[in-house]
């Protein structure tokens, strides 16, 4: 970036020209110096344009794999006519006498890379400045395009060091120790599905997970069962980024799979009394719950990072859930394309999971590619199929995808099973596992995924049973509402026996 030597308050723009000179002199001097700072230092990275434009002349020949030294930079620069421009020969061979040694060049590198980060972000904060006192701006395109600048600024910066192995054991040894340690063999967060989670091991952190399907197969369905499970039954800290659907509806959503009384019924709030007994008495499971949702519509990547660390630094969040990846976007940073755009927010999520060090799970859209083919295995979602960008697959440590059969109207696999209210998650993608699939059970009614043994319903101590309530599964009844035995009448008109209901 062009930056002023001086601004309005007469600062001097962050420079440390004796390092500069003291960096360029030692690589003409030392043949391996160039390796120690190549990741650190870019052209721009000098301050003074002649510097820049050597160290750039001294990249090429490193690229080139030619000798470096005072004679072939002179002679490389004269050769691309800006051998003058950098103040001749003189000044090159000035150069080399500035440096006895290349011991600190690395530290030196640093040094100027921190002056040269210093300049950018007094540019960028004078140009958010300018814009913020221009009346035509809109504010909140403003804040969209200053927080992309400041995540490129903050991308240059976060480059980290090699590490020696030792250290990288002890904590892989931990981890197995940790792993060894529980009951249910899991070395991540369990997803509350038994046989998912034997696959998977559970969520594991720092890895992007991206779960998708075509509409209308259950995407937000499976993630808020999972939630359920994760964050009301095992108080497991969970954060829900909804670009789709408000906080109330998601709210709602929850109670139909929590209540187990069908969403119709909720959302007219035509209810029997034994459900409107049975709404009282559920719903007490979700106060209180670790479960946080946030509905910011068309959310950028970058307020995801600023409220995903909060998340996890206030209230201890485990895992953040997406739904769904197509509706974010990159405000502030250029793109040619949506594709460009995709590429960008999958490779943040998965440098934010390694960041916070949990796991993000994203639910994406898929392609009409699934809608085009025939037959049981050509409505199988594949890879190919995930939507706008190829980049989400590369990302992405494991790729699920949400397959119900009973919707292309296929009830039998191939073996014969039956597929009435089967889903399959199949793990396409796994980086650090098995691939496979698991059969679970799909609930529509109440918009809910569950493993196949799992009962639909185990009353509560104390509570009565009523049969038959909308689907035909046991739903619990209040003592006060049912009549006595020996004076209610059965489905069929005739009295009911004495003692116990036989169901």
Known sequence: MNVPEEDAYGHVQPQALEFEEAVLGALMIEQDAYSQVSEILRPESFYDHRHQLIYEAIRTLNLQQKPVDILTVTEHLNTMGKLEEVGGPFYITQLSGKVASSAHIEYHARIIAQKFLARELITFTSLVQTKAFDTTVDVDDLMQEAEGKLF???QQNMKKDYTQINPVIREAYDMLQKAAARSDGLSG???????LDKMTSGWQNSDLVIIAARPAMGKTAFVLSMAKKMAVDMKIPVAMFSLEMSN??????MIVNVCEIPGEKLKSGQLAPYEWSQLDNKITQLYDAPFYVDDTPSLSVFELRTKARRLVREHGVKIILIDYLQLMNASGMSFGSRQEEVSTISRSLKGLAKELNIPIIALSQLNRGVENREGIDGKRPQLSDLRESGAIEQDADMVCFIHRPEYYKIYQDEKGHDLHGMAEIIIAKHRNGAVGDVLLKFRGEYARFQDPEEDAYVPMPGEAVAFGAGQGEDVPLPA???VPPSDAAS???????EGPLPF
């Open 189 to 195: 967060l369990s997803s509350g599905f038994e046989k």
């Open 491 to 497: 489905p069929f008109g005739a009295p009911l026996p």
């Open 480 to 482: 006060a509402d049912m």
């Open 152 to 154: 490129e600024i903050s």
């Open 248 to 253: 109330v509806q998601l709210v709602n959503r």
